[in-house]
């Protein structure tokens, strides 16, 4: 067993991801840098790392102060490609994406800036359907979102780029009274794209904060769309691809009273419901997990109602969704 602890002398780090890394049975740290004296200055360190842990290279991004990488996926043998946020020389958030090298040198990057703010959060390798050709390179598919210029939530995006980023085709999928931000993206052989989509509802607004999977033809045209909703809503906050294509969501439910749907109970905090209600439930005791409250064994029981009601009840959730039907692309010429 070995630990390693990564510090700085000037900036304060936190690691939010890791991912196998090109070095054999290696994997990647994923950081980000915050200055001890200004928080603006922060920026995307990456870090490579051998299998017993030892420290293979490291290099801290700072082009566009601040920035941040979401995702990093390995292209082939000798690069990655990695993408984010950045705040460009105009002052506007931008997407944001580098290939690098098998050291995480940079060998290109692009900002695409879009709407009044825009960032990238995930990306895909497509590999062209014919590989005879041993001399084609790959494209990227970007997702995304974008603030529109002309008002309301944001637009999630969707972006096909060449292999060295320069933009094939794009789309924007928007939503009444909502925001759209596309998460992650799945691959599929047969060229489609599966897109998880959190869509969070306006303030003031009516509605419930939900997860849409939009599947995609290669050409980024929208073939399906699926929305799933639990409690008084729901947001994705991871995605994986499970053995035979399933669409594996983790998520938050949003339980709080204010938001709940009439008929569905919401975990009770112990300690918040009024004193008739009490009891030493050992089962319900174990689905705690807020901490113990501060209210007092004699305050009024309208009045633990009413914090009851403002109170902000949450559960996690896990979403198993079947892999998409089998699909031909009418426009595509089948190799053999």
């Keep these: 067993m070995k630990e390693q602890v990564v510090k700085h002398d000037e900036y304060d780090y936190s690691a939010y991801g890791v991912i196998h890394s090109l070095e054999q049975d290696g994997f990647m740290l994923l950081a980000q840098a915050v200055s001890r004296k200004d928080e603006a200055d922060n920026h995307s360190v990456l870090i490579e790392y051998s299998k017993d842990g030892s420290e293979l290279w490291k290099r801290s991004y700072r082009v566009g102060i601040p920035n941040k990488i979401r995702s990093v996926k390995v292209v082939d043998d000798r690069s990655y490609i990695a993408v984010g946020r950045i705040l460009t020389d105009d002052d506007i958030h931008s997407g944001w994406a580098m290939k690098l090298d098998k050291n995480g040198a940079i060998l290109w990057q692009r900002t695409y800036r879009r709407g009044l703010s825009s960032e990238l959060s995930d990306v895909i390798i497509k590999h062209p359907l014919d590989r005879s050709n041993t001399a084609s390179q790959p494209n990227f598919i970007f997702s995304g979102k974008s603030l529109p210029v002309d008002g309301g939530g944001d637009a999630a995006w969707l972006m096909k780029t060449d292999t060295l980023g320069q933009p094939l085709w794009q789309r924007y999928f928007r939503l009444d009274d909502y925001s ?120 009024d029981a309208k009045v633990q109602e009413e914090r009851f009601h403002h109170s902000k009840i949450e559960k996690g959730w896990i979403l198993v969704a079947p892999a998409l039907d089998a699909y031909t692309d009418p426009c595509q010429k089948r190799y053999q």
Excluded: C
Excluded at 195 to 217: C, D, F, P, T, W
Excluded at 236 to 256: C, K, Q
Excluded at 281 to 295: K, M, N, Q, T, Y
């Design 180 to 299: 759209l931000s596309a998460k992650w993206l799945m691959n599929y052989e047969d060229g489609r794209v599966n897109m998880v989509v959190n869509a969070i509802k306006g303030q003031g607004e009516e509605g419930y904060n939900h997860i849409r999977m939009l599947s995609l033809s290669p050409r980024g045209v929208l073939l399906g769309d699926e929305s799933y909703i639990e409690g008084g809503g729901v947001v994705a906050t991871d995605f994986i691809e499970g053995p035979r294509m399933e669409r594996i969501v983790t998520a938050v439910i949003d339980y709080s009273s204010a938001g709940y749907r009439e008929g569905e109970e919401p975990i009770r905090i112990v300690g918040l419901q009024p004193k008739e209600e009490k009891k030493q439930d050992p089962e319900a005791f174990l689905e705690f997990s807020g901490g113990f409250s501060d209210v007092s064994e004699d305050e």
